[in-house]
């Protein structure tokens, strides 16, 4: 992903902060400045190929965690990158999908 | 006001169309559940992976409550109610998501209002779910046991215009529906085998619907799937019938 796709997911309403990590978990782009977040994101990506052994009910293509306090949080995850998203609690998973499905199609992300 | 029990809570929950099973995860342990008994060995070590990704958003002052896994063909949404419990849901990938958002906050409140028991048979762990309700059980299982609920609604025509046979008729493609929906080509020889029976032992009218779906659960094997036809078949007829007859 070019850091012009980043910048343009950025000025998506609602989208806070992005991060584009390799298969690794190693940050490619990221504007997310919190650490403990950016971690936390990590932490996702690096558990959904375990969820997957888990469960045996398929590849996951995303893990998205929300609140009515926080912002909400999804990870998407791809062959070989995955896409963390830091979105405002009032965008709607289906929403979030629509606005940024063109960028997860661009990286081979999930199943959009 | 006695106390919620963990039963009524699953059965309101996959009640809706899109939700095709459900479970009550707390303590490391399945309190009760509507998943077909052949993967309950798995439910607990997915309610410990959720469980450790909502204390892992709690390290770092977050409050998530809510987490969306998506799958090829369903989505699996657990919450985290009260900070007692997960609340586990397979649901179809087009499902209204505030229907059931504001069902579960509803359950919230209730059960903060009026606590919460646990199901009249104990909580019971993996391994004894899988010995009481799945002794024929296939144990290597696959995703494809997890079916696609669909959201369409079963009865197509206009009941008005229909016949007293017609409309058993089109009761009867629906309660096919929901037992192939869940259980795939084998659900298609238990309807065969339990309206043989009922045609045999029942007048074949709405009335008697209730019959049909106690003789096609007797056919179904485990106590979760049982329960989970039961359930969708009952509120079907009594929703549509209720409403149209």
């Known amino acids: ?34 650490e403990q977040l950016g971690h936390f994101i990590r932490f996702l990506v690096g558990h959904a190929p375990l969820f997957e052994q888990t469960s045996e009910l398929g590849p996951v293509s995303s893990i998205i965690l929300t609140s009515n306090k926080d912002d909400n949080l999804g990870v998407f995850i791809g062959k070989e990158h995955s896409l963390g998203v830091l979105f405002a609690r009032g965008c709607s998973i289906k929403k979030l999908y629509s606005q940024i499905g063109n960028y997860l199609k661009k990286l081979s992300i999930g199943d959009t | 006001m006695s106390k919620l029990d963990m039963n009524k809570i699953l059965d309101e929950s996959v009640s809706f169309d899109g939700i095709s099973h ?16 052949v993967i309950q060995d798995k439910l607990t070590d997915m309610g410990r992976f959720i469980d450790k990704i909502f204390t892992g958003s ?3 002052d977050r409050a998530h409550d809510e987490i969306h896994i998506e799958l090829e063909e369903n989505r699996l949404i657990a919450y985290r109610v009260n900070d007692d419990f997960l609340l586990m849901l397979m649901a179809a990938k087009g499902i209204n998501l505030s229907l059931v958002y504001m069902t579960v906050k509803s359950i919230e409140k209730s059960v ?35 079916p696609v609920w669909s959201l369409g609604s079963e009865l197509q025509d206009d009941p008005a215009e229909l016949t007293h046979e017609q409309k058993v008729g089109s009761y009867l493609k629906g309660l096919k529906k929901i037992l192939l929906d869940s259980f795939g080509p084998v659900g298609d020889i238990i309807f065969e085998e339990a309206v043989k029976e009922w045609r045999v032992s029942h007048q074949p009218t709405l009335d008697n619907l209730g019959k049909l779906v106690d003789l096609i659960t007797l056919e179904i094997d485990g106590k979760g799937e049982k329960r989970s036809f039961f359930v969708k078949a009952t509120r079907y007829i009594r929703t549509s019938i209720g409403d149209r007859k």
Do not use: W
């Open chain 1, 1 to 34: 992903m070019e850091d012009d796709d980043i910048d343009q997911i950025m000025q998506i309403k609602g989208i806070k902060g992005v991060i584009q990590t390799d298969i690794e978990g190693e940050d490619i782009a990221s504007t997310i400045e919190d």
């Open chain 2, 22 to 37: 459900g479970c009550i995860y707390k303590d490391e342990q399945i309190m009760a559940s509507t998943f077909p008994s």
């Open chain 2, 58 to 60: 709690r390290a770092i």
């Open chain 2, 112 to 146: 903060k209002l009026h606590g919460l028991t646990p199901p009249k048979n104990k909580p019971s762990q993996p391994s004894l779910l899988k010995v009481i309700d799945d002794k024929e059980a296939v144990f290597d299982y696959k995703k494809e046991d997890i």
